[in-house]
């Protein structure tokens, strides 16, 4: 008997005015699956965009260590003094000059 209430159950659940009146809330539950799985694929595609930043981020701090490090080195007085020595330039070896206009020390002493 007790099969024959269950099939009574299930026909009172499947019959046409019952799914009419539970419409609602089953469209409610699809959209709230819809809703569920553009998240789950959002928050990936947030993820792999934030791990791409990161690797550019590390790649560009590198390179920044690096042309840090050879400024470092050329910037160095005896690379300066390779550097511009083709050019006939070369490091002074004693203490600069003073250059002064003629015309104005001339004035100087007339006044």
């Known amino acids: 008997?007790?099969?024959?209430?269950?099939?009574?159950n299930w026909k009172r659940w499947l019959n046409y005015p019952s799914l009419v009146r539970q419409l609602p809330f089953i469209l409610f539950l699809t959209l709230l699956g819809v809703v569920y799985i553009y998240?789950?694929?959002?928050?990936?595609?947030?993820?792999?965009?934030?791990?791409?930043?990161?690797?550019?981020?590390?790649?560009?701090?590198?390179?920044?260590i690096t042309a840090k490090g050879e400024l470092l080195a050329r910037s160095m007085p005896s690379e300066v003094a390779r550097a511009v020595e083709p050019l006939g330039l070369k490091a002074l070896t004693?203490?600069?000059?003073?250059?002064?206009?003629?015309?104005?020390?001339?004035?100087?002493?007339?006044?």
Not at 1 to 8: A, D, G, P
Not at 39 to 64: D, M, P, S, V
């Open 39 to 64: 998240n789950g694929h959002w928050a990936n595609k947030t993820i792999r965009l934030t791990q791409l930043a990161e690797k550019e981020i590390r790649e560009l701090q590198y390179e920044y």
């Open 1 to 8: 008997m007790s099969t024959n209430e269950t099939k009574l």
């Open 94 to 111: 004693g203490s600069p000059w003073v250059l002064s206009d003629s015309s104005a020390t001339d004035k100087k002493q007339t006044d």
